[in-house]
């Protein structure tokens, strides 16, 4: 094997045995606001009742979890903090859009069938995220996307890779924001809370990323073939390579 068809082997090689590690989750989601609490006109009005909200989601479901418990019997919790970026959860809505830093929280509960307590639930917190767009005031911004399916049936484990974003898998389906440093003692604060009306997922698939690099070494391979076959004889020939036929 030639240097150059040696080093892109290599390279092919390192891609397959990484995409076996890595995958990142995304996930984009559809709204609609359904309560708004606004009393010292935080903001400007642009976003009420019905208005649509459209969101992001991505973290690496290879995270390993930073504390959880487990109830024999009940349930599972598994906690992970994952640095923002790379992972993320944004949101628009109206004249604003938020986003996550420095961390992107998230929690799992997988209960046992039957067990006295919420459900089966992701929920995903940004307890320091920020606002942008005509805000009155500190544009410090707490918001939750969270998922819960009563009957315990949506989740099978804790882990951040067995979480199917199948939208009728839940019963609770929410996103929900509000801004912690406004309101006082006898006014309420800034709130406003939305019921999810879509969620499309994304996972790479390490096979699709494996295939790349099998196919380059094929075309590699063929086009090796071809300059031998050039040096090899003195009358002109064509090699076609047309991978998957005969």
Same mark, same amino acid.
């Given at each position: 094997?030639?240097?150059?068809?040696?080093?892109?082997?290599?390279?092919?090689?390192?891609?397959?045995?990484?995409?076996?590690?890595?995958?990142?989750?995304?996930?984009?989601?559809? +709204?609609?606001?359904?309560? /708004?609490?606004?009393?010292? *006109? /935080?903001?400007?009005?642009?976003? &009420?009742?019905?208005?649509?909200?459209?969101?992001?989601?991505?973290?690496?479901?290879?995270?390993?979890?930073?504390?959880?418990?487990?109830?024999?019997?009940?349930?599972?919790?598994?906690?992970?903090?994952?640095?923002?970026?790379?992972?993320?959860? $944004?949101?628009?809505?109206?004249?604003?859009?938020?986003?996550?830093?420095?961390?992107?929280?998230?929690?799992?509960?997988?209960?046992?069938?039957?067990?006295?307590?919420?459900?089966?639930?992701?929920?995903?917190?940004?307890?320091?995220?920020?606002?942008?767009?005509?805000?009155?005031?500190?544009?410090?911004?707490?918001?939750?996307?969270?998922?819960?399916? *009563?009957?315990?049936?949506?989740?099978?484990?804790?882990? !951040?890779?067995?979480?199917?974003?199948?939208?009728? !898998?839940?019963?609770?389906?929410?996103?929900?924001? *509000?801004?912690?440093?406004?309101?006082?003692?006898?006014?309420?604060?800034?709130?406003?809370?939305? $019921?999810?009306?879509? !969620?499309? +997922?994304?996972?790479?698939?390490?096979?699709?990323? &494996?295939?790349?690099?099998?196919?380059?070494? &094929?075309?590699?391979?063929?086009?090796?073939?071809?300059?031998?076959?050039?040096? &090899?004889?003195?009358?002109?020939?064509?090699?076609?390579?047309?991978?998957?036929?005969?």
């Amino acid at each position: 094997m030639d240097k150059p068809l040696a080093a892109f082997a290599g390279i092919a090689l390192l891609a397959m045995a990484t995409a076996v590690d890595a995958s990142t989750v995304i996930v984009d989601f559809t +709204a609609s606001v359904t309560t /708004v609490t606004d009393p010292t *006109s /935080v903001t400007d009005g642009s976003i &009420a009742v019905g208005t649509e909200m459209t969101g992001h989601m991505s973290y690496d479901d290879s995270a390993t979890p930073t504390g959880g418990f487990v109830i024999p019997g009940v349930e599972t919790r598994s906690d992970y903090s994952i640095a923002a970026p790379p992972a993320s959860l $944004t949101a628009s809505a109206g004249h604003y859009s938020f986003a996550v830093v420095p961390t992107l929280k998230i929690s799992i509960f997988d209960l046992v069938p039957g067990a006295p307590h919420n459900g089966d639930t992701f929920e995903s917190d940004v307890s320091s995220g920020v606002a942008t767009g005509p805000i009155q005031g500190d544009p410090s911004v707490f918001f939750q996307l969270f998922l819960v399916d *009563s009957t315990d049936n949506a989740l099978h484990s804790s882990s !951040l890779a067995d979480v199917p974003f199948e939208l009728s !898998l839940y019963d609770t389906a929410e996103f929900n924001l *509000s801004f912690p440093n406004s309101g006082g003692v006898s006014t309420p604060q800034t709130r406003i809370e939305a $019921t999810i009306d879509s !969620l499309h +997922a994304t996972v790479p698939e390490p096979e699709s990323i &494996a295939l790349l690099g099998v196919a380059g070494l &094929a075309l590699c391979f063929s086009a090796r073939v071809r300059r031998s076959g050039s040096s &090899a004889s003195t009358t002109p020939t064509r090699l076609v390579a047309n991978l998957g036929h005969s």
